[in-house]
């Protein structure tokens, strides 16, 4: 299992249009930063909203609340691990995985006004309604912004990255189905981990749209029949035909597929339009996405190659983080050095389970361990939110 501290290398030629588009993107899409100022709110909700989530749906299944920050409490009444999310169209604004039967989590959102919909926890019951009201704090929102310059730069930069993890993710995948077709089983499975990389490191972006992550990265646990489902695909499909099943035969049109969905996401990635929160206030909700399920639970069932996915998705984590942290005021005390803390910390948790040029199998390492790497990355979430807020976004 290997251990990755940057990005795959990339076209010079790729490098230099990446360049010239961002810093075009960036510099024409003043109106671009509305939704970064409209979605994080200075509302407080009156009260914690209860959710239960069932066998078959959520109750309450619609939701009306007014515009600003909401915190809901989420009950799993099911006999299943679920998962609940805040879905605009195809794009994903908040969510909670793994969230055990009988137990609860809490998750706080940032609503703007619109219509939403509600995942209620297997990915085939119906959805749930969220409509968000407007009032007069997201009214006065909606007529101001973070500075624009400030933000030229960074976000620029960051598009050079989505660019390079979108071109390393479809040339890692068609590696991947290659070996696939041949039907070369050690070659595939040497291939799986390192083809999961580019995406981890773009996860905080990716995860935003709901259609490909599903069909990208659904685990098993998600759908009505696990591993019979007609909807497990994508990477976790081709692990467990890789690692679990042990044959190739069965998978080449889940392959084909991934490297379809893949070159779809490079294009998603290559003409989004990015506002100031997708840096900071992104890290923070992938890092927290991560601490409060993936990390403790487990996603590689079958390839136990956990560790690694994790220090991709650091390493997309603390470019993010990295970008904003020079825009962090002055005046700030130590909230920079804190930052810096923060991300070594999470580094070492993983640094701490390293074998030789990667890492244990995640079933090796026990509750106590997981654990321990999933607080470093909430406190690294907890700096992050902070950060979010010295800059004017929150």
């Known amino acids: 299992m290997s251990d990755e501290r940057g990005a795959g290398p990339v076209p010079s030629r790729l490098m230099r249009l990446a360049v010239v588009g961002a810093a075009c993107l960036a510099v024409a899409s003043g109106g671009l930063f509305y ?3 409209v979605s994080r709110q200075s509302g407080n909700a009156a009260a914690v909203i209860k959710v239960e989530v069932g066998a078959k749906a959520c109750t309450p299944n619609a939701l009306t ?9 989420i009950h799993n009444t099911s006999d299943r691990p679920v998962e609940w999310e805040i879905l605009d169209g195809i794009m994903v604004l908040e ?51 973070p500075d624009l310059k400030a933000f030229i730069g960074p976000l620029s930069e ?25 039907g070369d ?41 696990r591993e019979k489902d007609d909807h497990f695909t994508g990477y976790h499909r081709l692990e467990y035909g890789l690692f679990a099943a042990n044959e190739t035969a069965s998978l080449v049109s889940v392959a084909d597929k991934l490297v379809a969905d893949a070159n779809e996401l490079k294009a998603r990635m290559r003409s989004m339009k990015l506002a100031p929160d997708d840096l900071s206030g992104g890290a923070a909700r992938l890092a927290r996405r991560l601490a409060d399920g993936k990390i403790e639970s487990g996603e590689n069932a079958y390839a136990h190659s956990d560790l690694a996915d994790l220090n991709a998705s650091l ?14 005021p002055d005046g700030s005390g ?61």
């Open 65 to 73: 609340l007014p515009a600003g920050r909401h915190v809901f409490e």
């Open 158 to 182: 960051y598009k050079v990255f989505l660019a390079m993890q979108g071109a390393s993710l479809v040339a890692a995948t068609e590696k991947l189905a290659e070996a696939v077709k041949s």
């Open 334 to 394: 130590d909230l920079a050095q804190e930052l810096d803390a923060r991300l070594k910390a999470a580094r070492l948790s993983l640094d701490a389970l390293k074998s030789g040029d990667g890492y244990v199998a995640y079933d090796k390492v026990d509750v106590a361990g997981r654990r321990t790497i999933a607080e470093t990355f909430r406190a690294l979430a907890d700096t992050l939110d902070k950060v979010s807020n010295r800059l004017s976004l929150g």
């Open 35 to 37: 939704y970064a100022t």
């Open 185 to 225: 089983l050690e070659g595939a499975r040497a291939l799986y981990e390192p083809s999961r990389l580019p995406y981890r490191r773009v996860e905080a972006v990716a995860m935003r749209w709901a259609d490909l992550q599903t069909a990208i990265d659904p685990v098993a646990d998600y759908l009505e029949r």
């Open 95 to 145: 969510e909670r995985e793994n969230i055990v039967p009988g137990l609860r989590q809490t998750l706080a959102a940032n609503l703007k006004p619109g219509q939403y919909q509600i995942t209620c926890g297997l990915l085939s019951n119906p959805r749930g309604s969220l409509t968000v009201t407007a009032n007069a704090a997201s009214d006065a929102a909606a007529a101001t912004g």
């Open 315 to 328: 390493t997309g984590i603390a470019k993010m983080a990295g970008l904003v942290r020079p825009l962090i």
